[in-house]
């Protein structure tokens, strides 16, 4: 491969990661508190619609990305309610949220503009521009996340609270902190995360908002995470490994390959899912969670 090549494969691969990489810290922040985020993939995907229904509505991005993280937000609120003010199951909450955004987008995004769930298309200021390198100003947030994620969690006293939640919330309700304080906090996080990453897809990368535009993507920065270890300097290298996979797979399409020809486009479009079962195969066992993750908390009396 030609070195130009390379570097815009990385660059590819980089651009392609930054949905990923929210999505896995606000999965890293949810569950260091204890509570399990199956509705990533939904939280970005309603993100993804408002942000784009807002920028073409206003002519801003930055709405755009403020309306991204509102709906994101909302939704976080929602499992929060159900998983933790109700204790109520944290994996059918998940796909509940799921299954809510991928029908909510596509209903009211054909109600408001009759193109089949799809967005009127952006344009100049109803999308985030190139600001340095080639890459938009919601790149270098995600990127900055990483180590502020990374900081707060590790350095912080309430990083420190929050991982205690995680392990051991009786022990945190006993210091006389509030378990569900913490984890509504950690879930709001989760959501702004989640915002920024679905903004990204329709006003960044994208010119608009597509129905099921997130493909998956939710469940890879879960797969991501656990690949990760629950770390956030490793979720970066994961994510960027996820997103070079899926550079790598489109550049792949059409092309022949020295003794097999060209291969069919599904199965090149097929490898990063498929790298994301072989990876996970060799993490599984070995990597832990939260002791408390998933488990509701009540309070004894």
């Known amino acids: 491969m030609h070195p130009a090549d390379f570097l815009t494969l990385l660059d590819s691969g980089l651009r392609l990661s930054v949905p990923l990489l929210a999505a896995c810290l606000a999965g890293l922040w949810s569950e260091k508190s204890g509570v399990v985020d199956i509705g990533l993939e939904g939280k970005m995907l309603v993100a993804a619609f408002a942000a784009a229904a807002a920028a073409y509505a206003s002519g801003s991005a930055w709405a755009g990305l403020a309306a991204g993280i509102g709906a994101s937000v909302v939704f976080a609120l929602i499992h929060g309610f159900a998983a933790i003010s109700q204790r109520g199951n944290q994996i059918v909450s998940g796909v509940a949220i799921n299954m ?16 089949g769930g799809r967005t009127p298309p952006l344009e100049g200021n109803q999308r985030f521009g190139d600001v340095l390198f080639g890459h938009s100003t919601l790149v270098f947030v995600a990127l900055l996340a990483v180590p502020v994620t990374w900081f707060v969690l590790a350095r912080t006293r309430f990083g420190l609270r929050l991982r205690a939640v995680g392990e051991n919330p009786a022990a945190v309700d006993t ?40 493909a998956g993507k939710g469940f890879i920065a879960l797969a991501a995470l656990i690949f990760a270890k629950w770390r956030a300097w490793p979720a970066l290298g994961a994510c960027f490994l996820f997103g070079l996979l899926d550079a ?49 908390y009540v309070k004894e009396r």
């Open 248 to 296: 790598l797979s489109i550049r792949l399409q059409g092309i022949a390959l020295p003794g097999i020809g060209e291969v069919p486009v599904q199965a090149i479009q097929a490898l990063p899912y498929l790298m994301t079962v072989i990876l996970l195969a060799g993490v599984i066992g070995t990597a832990i969670p939260p002791r408390a993750s998933g488990v509701p």
């Open 175 to 214: 210091a006389g902190i509030s378990v569900t304080g913490l984890r509504y906090t950690a879930v709001v996080i989760a959501g702004v995360l989640c915002g920024i990453g679905g903004t990204y897809l329709s006003v960044g990368q994208s010119a608009g908002f597509l129905p099921n535009m997130t």
């Open 100 to 115: 809510l955004a991928a029908g909510l987008t596509a209903i009211v995004g054909n109600a408001w503009y009759g193109q």
